[in-house]
């Protein structure tokens, strides 16, 4: 028998395309943010510049941009055999390779620097390391001589990296005394330092003459801390590409020498492991650095307040120069006869 009969609902039960949505939408941004946290905590990279200063507690001397349309890399045997990817080395860079407004970042850096120095009675030697390979210290040694010696400044750099020497391939010349030889006491520092172009003998390398795995020991002897002092002797300051010392230990003793100790890191690509046990070594060798420079903030490709008003200028005058080619009386500037 019939106990109910069936109607038609009035709306159908499903789907709900509108709750459907909302739920949807609701639950994306929770597993979005989520997700955002948990690859923020987990990331070992440095990512922000907060998280140096929250495992130092010095400053950040300069900020250099990223380096756009340049061969940064070398290409290295591959990986795996004959069909892996090929392993990649960050290339050191000298002042001809970057753009102006990277060029302008390193002269920050300078004025930094020469400015801690002068209050200290001028000169001395800084040296330069970081974290781990590839970050971009090399090329921050080479460029920050590079701008001491065009404010005038007599300068040696100094390359202590045995492992891995590229500053002689960045500058375009080759060691006939190296370090390693002056070290051992076979040579004067004399003998080792080459003029380089275009700066001639304001700017002085003493290369690595050996990759070998004896020579790096030698940078712990008593002969490194008085060929520092030679340099300096001889030179307004020094500067010294340092290996990264989480790495290797080589330059340590350099380390506690010096005026300065610089590190130089790249957003992206250092990891924070890492800048904390270098962190920790330091503070342990009571060591403690001058302060950051930090690679990879912006772009090359930005125009800086300089650039922008040379270009300013330069539109000006040419603007000016065409009005006096056609007659037109041209504007008077302050000093104009």
């Known amino acids: 028998r019939l106990e109910t009969e069936a109607t038609p609902p009035d709306n159908q039960a499903s789907p709900r395309p509108v709750l459907t949505i909302f739920v949807g939408l609701i639950g994306g941004a929770v597993l979005g943010i989520g997700a955002a946290f948990a690859l923020q905590t987990l990331d070992p990279r440095l990512r922000r510049e907060d998280q140096l200063r929250d495992l130092y507690s010095i400053p950040i001397l300069a900020r250099i941009p990223r380096e756009v349309g340049v061969r940064a890399f070398t290409s290295g045997p591959r990986r795996l055999l004959v069909f892996g990817e090929r392993r990649r080395h960050r290339r050191a860079l000298p002042p001809g390779r970057l753009s102006p407004t990277t060029r302008e970042a390193y002269r920050t850096l300078r004025a930094m620097i020469e400015a801690s120095h002068r209050r200290r009675g001028g000169g001395g030697s800084v040296l330069v390391t970081g974290p781990s390979p590839s970050e971009g210290k090399t090329t921050t040694a080479i460029n920050l001589a590079a701008a001491f010696a065009t404010a005038g400044h007599s300068v040696i750099l100094i390359e202590s990296d045995f492992r891995r ?3 002689g391939e960045a500058l375009g010349v080759r060691p006939t005394v190296g370090i390693g030889r002056v070290l051992l006491g076979e040579a004067g520092i004399d003998d080792g330092l080459i003029d380089t172009q275009p700066f001639g003998d304001r700017l002085r390398v003493l290369l690595a003459d050996s990759d070998g795995e004896v020579l790096p020991e030698l940078l712990s002897l008593p002969a490194a801390g008085s060929l520092i002092e030679e340099a300096k002797s001889r030179a307004d300051y020094v500067i010294i590409d340092s290996p990264p010392l989480t790495e290797v230990i080589d330059a340590l003793p350099i380390a506690q ?55 300013e200028r330069s539109n000006s005058d040419r603007a000016a120069g065409s009005d006096r080619s056609e007659g037109k009386p041209g504007r008077r500037t302050a000093g104009s006869v």
Do not use: C, H, M, W
């Open 257 to 311: 020498q010096v005026d300065d100790v610089l590190i130089v890191t790249r957003l992206g690509s250092s990891k924070l492991p890492q800048l904390a046990r270098l962190a920790d070594l330091l503070s342990q060798n009571d060591i403690r650095p001058s302060g950051f420079v930090v690679v990879g903030v912006g772009s090359s490709a930005r125009e800086s307040y300089y650039l922008s008003a040379r270009r």
């Open 165 to 167: 020497p590229t500053i």
